[in-house]
């Protein structure tokens, strides 16, 4: 595994309209891009922090997954995302090693990232994000 630093941390919100004003107004960082992924039938809000993201995800639909974690837990981080050098490499080694994953292969996540889920069952109740960026 290489894994190379924690490329953002996924918080799920239920609105992003009243999350974004306390990223920028409370803790000062700057929202620099807001992308719907239809695919995941989210709506994510960007900020940086260092090398590090905060993506909020809000639900653009009740099936989405967001939208069951927020009503399992309330809102709250929903996931961790490491960047990784050989995102396909680090799956394969992973499933040899038993690991459960959400995604056998990787798929194309927000800002054009090419990213795959590890399932929370395998990584002690963290979902967990494995990200990699096809321009690097
Ligand atoms: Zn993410």
Redesign the pocket.
Known sequence: MKLTHIE?L?IAVKSLDEAIPFYENTLGLKCYAIEEVAEQKVRTAFFKVGQTKI?LLEATDPESAIAKFIDKKGEGIQ?V?FAVEGLQENLDELAAKGVRLIDAQPRK?AEGLN?AFVHPKSTFGVLT?LCENPNK
């Open positions: 953002h996924g993506e996931h995302a996540g990213i994000e």
